[in-house]
């Protein structure tokens, strides 16, 4: 039975990362080194099979997969055999990428009429693929926070303003992909911290529907380290006096994060894990900076100053040196894995317990790794003899 992942950002590297290390690990050329969904824990859990996973997308960028792994490979985040290898794969996905909402006549109209038309990419692509379920999965750049607006507050209010053309702009691009997703009947997952569905709106709009959300933002490398340090100086009673974070970036992610606003929402969301981990606010914060030369490299260097017993100052500092496309891949797939159980055994709503793989998990306040990652295996073991 065929899963089609949907990836809004089809043509990025984290996308192409997925698709072409989901081709390198089918044809027995990689191994499934950081799938979360392959430990024994979830041995007997019936998740779709590698084997079984279709991949399409929007995205408005013309260079196609094959040059995007080209280039990951120049960078030495890939093999430099894989993209001849899993070339036939990349074809096939990268035909299956539509332009989105900044396509030629997408932007015109309402934003009823954008949503109808993303919408029936989607399900076009589940009609030609074959595929029972399609998961859709937003890996593109960050956004700007959402502006305020009346009609996020209900279903009722956001319906009536998506038909109106003054109204065009009520919801940020991300939140139209969601709700073009629940629109086609789809899970959606929002890897990034963009307002996506995390709209009053659009949570009422999957209740009724029946059709789960997940997000936001993928925990790929320094907030990761964080969810594991946070709770060792808690539980041993050492008082957290200022936490600093700096990000070096390069790639596509720090050119959009070099955008203030852009930023704004990035910090937000890997902020919240130390407050909630640490009983509030902390000195220091967590600071962005776009280095062009570090590629598809980044850099996160934490300075921790602590409190112990005698009132003795002490600090701790780590470096996280990684790639973000490679680590972010194997999450994508996990997650679309797991929704596509999820869709199948019913689950509405918020998808709380999927919150080991999210900086700022919707409806938990629990960041805890180990504690986490015993929810998630709960959870999707209690669904194993569910499905519809």
């Excluded at 794969?89 to 009823?112: F, H, S």
């Excluded at 100052?313 to 797939?333: E, N």
Aim: hydrophobic share 45%.
């Amino acid at each position: 039975m065929r899963t089609g992942v949907w990836l809004v950002g089809g043509r990025g590297s984290v996308a192409a990362a997925t698709v072409a290390g989901t081709a390198g690990v089918r044809a027995g050329a990689l191994p499934a080194t950081g799938l979360v969904s392959e430990l024994p824990a979830f041995r007997d859990v019936p998740l779709p099979a590698l084997d079984d996973l279709v991949f399409g997308g929007h995205d408005p960028a013309t260079e196609g997969l094959v040059k995007r792994v080209e280039r990951l490979a120049a960078d030495g985040v890939v093999p430099h055999g894989l993209p001849a290898l899993v070339r036939t794969d990349l074809e096939a996905a990268d035909a299956e990428i539509r332009p989105g909402l900044t396509g030629t006549g997408r932007t015109a109209g309402t934003a009823d009429a954008a949503v109808d038309a993303l919408a029936a990419d989607i399900a076009d692509f589940r009609r030609r693929t074959g595929a029972a379920d399609v998961v859709v999965i937003n890996v593109a750049s960050t956004e700007p926070p959402a502006r305020p607006h009346p009609a996020h507050a209900s279903w009722e209010l956001l319906g009536a303003a998506l038909h109106r053309p003054d109204d065009a702009g009520v919801l940020p691009p991300s939140s139209l992909y969601a709700c073009a997703a629940l629109r086609a009947g789809c899970p959606f997952v929002d890897f990034t911290p963009s307002t996506g569905a995390r709209l009053p709106a659009l949570d009422e709009l999957a209740r009724r529907q029946g059709l789960a959300y997940a997000g936001s933002d993928g925990k790929t490398g320094e907030t990761l380290v964080k969810s594991v340090l946070a709770p060792m100086f808690a539980l041993r009673a050492l008082s957290v006096r200022s936490w600093s974070g700096t990000n070096l970036l390069g790639g596509g992610d720090g050119a959009a994060l070099a955008d203030p606003r852009r930023a704004a929402a990035k910090i937000r969301s890997k902020d919240r894990l130390l407050r909630e981990q640490l009983g509030g606010p902390v000195q220091g914060g967590v600071h962005i900076h776009e280095v062009p030369d570090l590629g598809e490299w980044k850099t996160a260097w934490d300075h921790i100053g602590f409190e112990g017993f005698l009132g003795a100052r002490m600090t701790l500092q780590f470096v996280w040196q990684g790639c973000d496309s490679a680590l972010a891949a194997p999450l994508v797939l996990d997650l679309a894995r797991f929704m596509a159980l999820a869709h199948r055994s019913g689950v509405g709503g918020p998808v709380p317990e999927l919150g080991f793989f999210f900086k700022d998990p919707v409806a938990s306040a629990e960041h805890d790794l180990n504690r986490q990652f015993d929810q998630l295996v709960t959870w999707a073991r209690g669904l194993s003899g569910a499905h519809r």
